[in-house]
């Protein structure tokens, strides 16, 4: 099987002065601006980097469903963020890191086992395979 999807962006002007929009094939986003000073100055909008942060949460959440659920198991409830780091290095910007953070309340796992699965759902989630860069995980079982 094989599944494609599809997002796009438009950008009008120079790097710094230039304005742009992203739109995602569901119609998500639809036209979302996004511009320098969203990515690089706090100002707001949207960036790549956080759009890439919520793909690699929402996979993740997602992977470790489908592995809970091998395992017998089902979440009350799962949580992850995910921030991703952009520096800049010699030769440019690149992505160094992407932390996940999970909170999670599943019934009937002990701690040894929930992190055993977090962590493949961390190696097997596709965006995970994706992503060129360090990869961590903070993992907490709630009540």
């Known amino acids: 099987m094989k599944i ?19 739109s995602t094939q569901s119609g ?8 320098f000073a969203a990515r690089f100055e ?3 909008g949207s960036n790549p980097e956080e759009l890439i942060g919520a793909a690699h949460a929402a ?7 489908l592995i809970l659920g091998e395992a017998g198991l089902t979440a009350e409830k ?3 963020a995910a921030v991703v780091t952009l520096e800049q290095q010699e030769g440019g910007f ?10 999670a309340k599943i ?10 699965l977090a962590a493949k759902a961390k190696a097997n989630c596709p965006v995970s395979k994706l992503l060129d860069t360090d990869i961590s995980l ?6």
Do not use: H
């Not at 438009?10 to 742009?20: E, I, N, R, T």
């Not at 690149?94 to 909170?103: E, Y």
């Not at 903070?138 to 009540?143: P, T, V, W």
């Open 4 to 22: 494609n999807r599809s997002g796009s962006a438009v950008w009008s002007g120079g790097l710094k002065d230039g304005k742009g929009a992203i």
């Open 28 to 35: 998500a986003l639809n036209a979302y601006p996004y511009g």
């Open 42 to 44: 706090g100002v707001p």
């Open 59 to 65: 996979c993740f959440t997602m992977a470790l469903s």
């Open 78 to 80: 799962i949580e992850t």
């Open 94 to 103: 690149v992505i160094t890191a992407s932390k996940l953070t999970l909170k």
């Open 107 to 116: 019934p009937g796992v002990d701690t040894v086992a929930f992190q055993e």
């Open 138 to 143: 903070d993992a907490e079982l709630m009540g």
